[in-house]
């Protein structure tokens, strides 16, 4: 297994970037993460403090993906999250739902005790920790790390937990994949510009795929597979995802648009993923029972 220290970031998916480490397909790859803020947001002797806003979200990485070549799936199986310390939170009048209800920027930490956050007004959740952002790099021009899109990034789909597995599309040789911005807790909207952020490490088992095209991200897990999208407007990501989903259905299932549309309305679940960063990004999502019907769900199974 090859390790890979959160110092060896990125703040931009960039072509131009020099791999931190290079693995062959298959590999397992651990990557150490520091939080949304880069660490900033706890000063000295652990005070909340302002933070630089050009340095936020650090994906560790690049990690360059032996034989994965443009026009190929990277399936991304995120096998551990594991959360280092407490979390922390942050609102603010320039971003988040709610922003015109922020009288000024605020951090609060949020302790996790036995696997529970403490979070404000004395709720403790059970945490659910999630990957934030993961991708892999566009071709083109650098994309910042805080912006989602079809080579996945900062989606911010809570989706994206152990045990799920993301595809995303291949651009550039060896894919370039980087992921950070893990949360202890995520819930859908992400609505304060924040989830609960945390530091920690990620297990990934890489696996390039020749059988699949994609035009964007696809999370499968043992429940369902959702197609993720991103767009300028919530309405734009929602007409996205779900054509990105009657198209995958097409090409797996052989169904026309007539009766994928029909199905997608009877069984599917259009859903907001995050309405806080510079795209809006929602999903569609299938339940594994009917992908089986199908004789769908096996094919992306096999990540």
Not at 293 to 303: K, N, Y
């Amino acid at each position: 297994m090859t390790l890979v220290p959160s110092d060896c970031h990125i703040f931009a998916f960039s072509a131009d970037a020099p791999p931190a480490a290079t693995v062959p397909d298959g590999a397992v790859v651990e990557l150490e993460t520091a939080d949304c803020f880069a660490g900033q947001a706890k000063g000295a002797g652990g005070a909340l403090t302002e933070v630089d806003w050009e340095r936020i979200n650090p994906a560790t990485g690049p990690v360059y993906v032996e034989g994965a070549r443009p026009g190929d799936v990277l399936a991304v199986t995120v096998e551990r999250i594991e959360v280092t310390g407490d979390g922390v939170m942050a609102v603010s009048p320039a971003f988040g739902v709610l922003a015109d209800r922020i009288a000024a920027t605020a951090f609060t930490a949020v302790p996790i005790v036995d696997g529970r956050a403490l979070l404000p007004g004395g709720v403790a959740w059970p945490v659910r920790p999630m990957v934030g952002v993961l991708g892999v790099t566009p071709a083109g021009e650098p994309v910042p790390t805080g912006t989602p899109g079809p080579h996945g990034g900062n989606l911010d789909t809570r989706l994206v937990g152990e045990g799920a597995t993301l595809l995303l599309p291949v651009f550039v040789p060896g894919a370039l994949l980087a992921a950070g911005d893990l949360h202890a807790l995520m819930g859908d909207g992400e609505v304060c510009g924040t989830g609960l952020e945390v530091a920690g490490r990620v297990r990934l088992r890489l696996a390039v795929r020749r059988d699949l095209r994609l035009e964007g991200p696809v999370v499968a897990t043992a429940d369902a597979v959702a197609a993720v999208a991103s767009a300028a407007t919530l309405d734009e990501a929602a007409t996205l995802a779900t054509r990105q989903m009657a198209d995958l259905l097409a090409a797996l299932a052989g169904l026309d648009h007539a009766a994928a549309t029909m199905l997608m309305s009877a069984v599917g679940e259009l859903a907001v993923c995050q309405v806080v960063d510079p795209l809006k990004t929602a999903r569609f999502g299938m339940p594994r029972e009917a992908l089986a019907a199908l004789e769908v769900g096996p094919d992306l199974r096999r990540c």
